[in-house]
């Protein structure tokens, strides 16, 4: 038994996972591990390297001669450097879902995220962390809204950050986003049996934050 749980947060993409997982990671005092982000850092890697995001064990190649690690806010570091808002594009969303389909790539990000989160006191977000990479994680949420809810909510935070984006155009990465994730062979985006379904569409992030910490709290006391 760890003396504090892991907490896994799982769900399609824009359903505020980081958010709210930052959130409660702060409330509870514990790491932050947004996963997604080293999908995207091994995607931007990739094009600094001239590597294709198609060929799988290049890739592994490159996550292996890289350190990955995260500061105690959850702002990942490569090499030592903050990856920031380089990783955050349009592009590089495209670019972590197409490396995240190789094996390769799973297995070696998977040694990371482990090592983070064996002790515990960790609350991590992504596709697969309580089915894959904590399938023995204490407390498991899934969170879901639909499509529409998350495509507009990502263009008004694409469109404070100042991109030219259209609604439409990102609808359709959206959409094209859900059915690389839910369909792709190794470790799609599956709720897991025991995890806890929120769906979040009518829900702000602050009570979506506040659902989970009465949860936590009820379930398990640590110091
Ligand atoms: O959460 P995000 O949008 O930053 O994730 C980017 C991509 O990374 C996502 O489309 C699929 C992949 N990913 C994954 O396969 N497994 C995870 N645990 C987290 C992200």
Redesign the pocket.
């Known amino acids: 038994m760890r003396p504090r749980p892991v907490v896994a947060i799982d769900g399609p ?1 824009g359903a505020g ?2 958010t709210v997982a930052r959130a409660l990671a702060r409330a509870l005092g514990f790491q932050f591990v ?7 850092t091994v995607a931007l890697l990739a094009d600094e390297n001239g590597v294709e995001w198609s060929i799988g064990p290049r890739l592994a190649k490159l996550v292996d001669g890289h350190e990955f690690a995260f500061d105690s806010d959850g702002a990942l570091y490569l090499d030592g450097r903050p990856v920031g808002e380089a990783v955050r594009s349009p592009r590089m ?1 495209m670019g ?2 197409e490396v ?1 389909r190789h094996a390769e790539v ?1 297995e070696a990000l998977l040694v990371i995220q482990r090592v983070i989160g064996k002790e515990g006191g960790v609350v991590l ?5 309580g089915t894959v ?1 904590f399938p023995d994680a204490e407390i498991k949420f899934f969170l879901d809204a639909s499509v529409s809810e998350r495509a507009s909510r990502r263009f008004e935070e694409l469109l404070a950050k100042g991109r030219d984006v259209t609604l439409d155009q990102i609808t359709r990465e959206q959409e094209e ?1 859900d059915r ?2 839910r369909e792709r062979e190794l ?1 799609p985006l599956r709720k897991a049996d025991e995890a806890i379904e929120i769906p979040c569409d009518d829900m702000t992030a602050q009570q979506v934050v506040e659902h989970m910490l009465a949860i936590v709290k009820t379930q398990f006391s640590f110091d």
């Open positions: 993409s996972k980081s947004d996963t997604g982000a080293l999908y995207r969303s972590a879902s995240a799973r977000e992504g596709r697969d962390i990479v986003r690389s994730d470790s």
